[in-house]
T-cell receptor, first 113, second 114 residues
Framework: GQQLNQSPQSMFIQEGEDVSMNCTSS?????WLWYKQDPGEGPVLLIA?????ELTSNGRLTAQFGITRKDSFLNISASIPSDVGIYFCAGQLPRGGSYIPTFGRGTSLIVHP | NAGVTQTPKFRILKIGQSMTLQCTQDMNHNYMYWYRQDPGMGLKLIYYSVGAGITDKGEVPNGYNVSRSTTEDFPLRLELAAPSQTSVYFCASRLTTGAGYGYTFGSGTRLTVV
């Protein structure tokens, strides 16, 4: 099956700094999704990307669907303490008529006040 | 509108015991999923269902069973618990399987098998 490499595995930053993380794959995907998981909760969808080259923002978050369709990037600007959590990328391809995502292993973000 | 509700939130099982993890959603979603999350390993799909009466295996189905008798409920059954099943389990649902539709996740069940 598809493999997703998500990096970095963890990040320790100061409040106010910008953050960048990415996912790469050996296969192409039709859709990229980015989720955030707060401690003790389930993941919540942040941004969905539907076509190669697409750049989409959600507040201080910006994500891009790579031109090769094998990668995606998430940037967080001016981080704040509530950005703490685990960020997951997920790539999707149709499987038997439905889209089952493949998840990356996550990037754990810690923001120091 | 409660979304996806999972019970229990925490459970400790002894090796060989059985239990059912409950999942219910009130959004009339046809598609429901069970994932397990191990530290640093992301989310692995156990089973999924595209509608009442229809279930299919995911990536890691061994040691688990599911049923889907109603649209709302999708319980996950562990028959003979093993330490390898210690994990956090997430149930998720979504309206359609179209490319742009993400999951709604429950808040998880943390299971420890000792």
């Amino acid at each position: 099956g598809q493999q997703l490499n998500q990096s970095p595995q963890s990040m320790f930053i100061q409040e106010g700094e910008d953050v960048s993380m990415n996912c790469t794959s050996s296969s192409i995907f039709n859709t990229w999704l980015w989720y955030k998981q707060d401690p003790g909760e389930g993941p919540v969808l942040l941004i969905a990307l539907y076509k190669a080259g697409e750049l989409t923002s959600n507040g201080r978050l910006t994500a891009q669907f790579g031109i090769t369709r094998k990668d995606s990037f998430l940037n967080i600007s001016a981080s704040i303490p509530s950005d703490v959590g685990i960020y997951f990328c997920a790539g999707q391809l149709p499987r038997g008529g439905s889209y089952i995502p493949t998840f990356g292993r996550g990037t754990s973000l810690i923001v120091h006040p | 509108n409660a979304g996806v509700t999972q019970t229990p939130k925490f459970r400790i099982l002894k090796i060989g015991q059985s239990m059912t993890l409950q999942c219910t959603q009130d959004m009339n979603h046809n598609y429901m999923y069970w994932y397990r999350q191990d530290p640093g390993m992301g989310l692995k799909l156990i089973y999924y269902s595209v509608g009442a009466g229809i279930t299919d295996k995911g990536e890691v189905p061994n040691g688990y069973n599911v049923s889907r008798s109603t649209t709302e409920d999708f319980p996950l059954r562990l028959e003979l618990a093993a330490p390898s099943q210690t994990s956090v389990y997430f149930c998720a649902s979504r309206l359609t399987t179209g490319a742009g539709y993400g999951y709604t996740f429950g808040s998880g069940t943390r299971l420890t098998v000792v």
